[in-house]
C-alpha cells in the first residue's frame, strides 16, 4: 500500500512556489497567492495571501491545487523570476495566474490590473496571428479592462464572437495552425450546457487539435464573474429560467432594464465597479490567464 501511495506522488506534477502563483490548500480549501517560501519548525512552509489580504503558511509539498490539478509544490530555484518563461520580458512579469502584493525586491514596482509586474515604458507588440474570442461585447470589454496592459505587450487581440452558435464555421473560416492559434472563452460551459456541446463539436474540426484551446466559467453571463460586493450585494440575483439574464438581473437589482439603452447603462456600471483582477472571481481568472498562455506559447 506504501509503495502505490509512493508512485501515485510521482504522478503528481512538481511547480516552483514562484511568487504570484495562485494555489488551492486541499485540507482547509484556503486559496491565496505565493508570497514566498521560508524555513519554519525544521520545515520548509509556503505563505498564502488570499484575495482579502489574509495569509496563512503550510508545508511545502503535496496537497495543493493549481488551477484545478493537484501539484507537489516545491522551493523556486533561487533567482528565478515570475514571468511566463522564467526569463525576464519586456513589459509585464506574469506568474500563470492571478497574482497578488507588491514586488519584494526592494523597490515595489507597479502592477497592471490583472496584477502582473509592469516595465513602464514598455512598447506594445505587433499583433500575433492568433486570437483570443469571447462569446460577448460585455466578455471582451471585461478583459480590455483587466488584462489590457498585458495583451497589448504580448500583441494578444480579444475578438467577440457576437454568440457561441456557428463557432465550428468561425473555426473553419479562421483555419487554426501551430502559428494562428485560438482561445475561445466561453459562458456557462458546464458539464450538459448548450456551450458543452458547441464546444466538443468544434474542438472536432479540421485543425483544432493542439491549435485550439476551449475554456469557461460558470456564470451563465460574464456580469457574474464580477465579485459582488463590490455592487454592495453579498451574492448575485438568481433569476428565473426563461427570463434574459441581463434583464432578470436589472430588475432584481431595482435598476432600469427595459431597454437596450437600460442595459448598456447597466453594464457600464458594473464594470466601472471593476478596479483589478481583485474584482474578479477566480473561476474566470484562471481560464483567462491559461487562454493567453496558450495563445502566446512560442
Not at 458539464?191 to 464546444?199: D, T
Request: aromatic share 4%.
Amino acid at each position: 500500500m506504501e509503495e502505490r501511495r509512493r508512485a501515485q506522488y510521482r504522478e503528481i506534477p512538481k511547480r516552483p512556489a514562484e511568487t504570484g502563483l495562485v494555489v488551492e490548500d486541499t485540507a482547509s480549501g484556503w486559496v491565496g497567492a505565493v508570497l514566498g517560501v521560508e524555513a519554519a519548525g525544521g520545515m520548509h512552509v509556503v505563505r498564502l495571501e488570499d484575495r482579502h489580504g489574509r495569509t496563512r503558511s503550510f508545508p511545502l509539498g503535496h496537497g495543493f491545487l493549481c488551477e484545478g490539478e493537484p501539484v507537489e509544490l516545491i522551493a523556486p530555484t533561487p533567482g528565478a523570476g515570475t514571468t511566463r518563461s522564467g526569463t525576464a520580458q519586456s513589459g509585464t512579469a506574469r506568474s500563470g495566474t492571478a497574482r497578488s502584493g507588491t514586488a519584494r525586491s526592494g523597490t515595489a514596482r507597479r502592477r497592471t490590473a490583472s496584477g502582473s509586474l509592469a516595465v513602464d515604458g514598455a512598447r506594445a507588440r505587433t499583433a500575433r496571428a492568433s486570437r483570443i474570442w469571447v462569446e460577448g461585447l460585455h466578455d471582451a470589454e471585461l478583459i480590455e479592462k483587466v488584462w489590457g496592459e498585458d495583451l497589448s505587450l504580448e500583441g494578444v487581440v480579444v475578438e467577440p464572437l457576437h454568440g457561441a452558435d456557428d463557432l465550428t464555421g468561425a473555426l473553419a473560416e479562421f483555419e487554426p495552425s501551430a502559428q494562428r492559434r485560438v482561445g475561445v472563452l466561453l459562458d456557462h460551459l458546464v458539464p450538459g450546457s448548450k456551450e458543452s456541446q458547441i464546444a466538443e463539436a468544434a474542438m472536432r474540426s479540421p485543425g483544432a487539435r493542439g491549435n485550439v484551446l476551449i475554456l469557461g466559467h460558470p456564470y451563465v453571463d460574464v456580469w457574474q464573474a464580477v465579485r459582488p460586493e463590490r455592487l454592495g450585494l453579498q451574492a448575485w440575483p438568481q433569476v428565473p429560467r426563461g427570463t434574459d439574464i441581463k434583464v432578470g438581473t436589472l430588475q432584481a437589482l431595482g435598476w432600469p432594464h427595459r431597454t437596450r439603452a437600460d442595459i448598456a447603462q447597466g453594464w457600464r456600471r458594473i464594470l466601472g465597479s471593476v478596479r483589478s483582477y481583485a474584482d474578479l472571481e477566480a473561476s474566470l481568472l484562471g481560464r483567462v490567464e491559461e487562454l493567453i498562455d496558450f495563445v502566446t506559447a512560442g
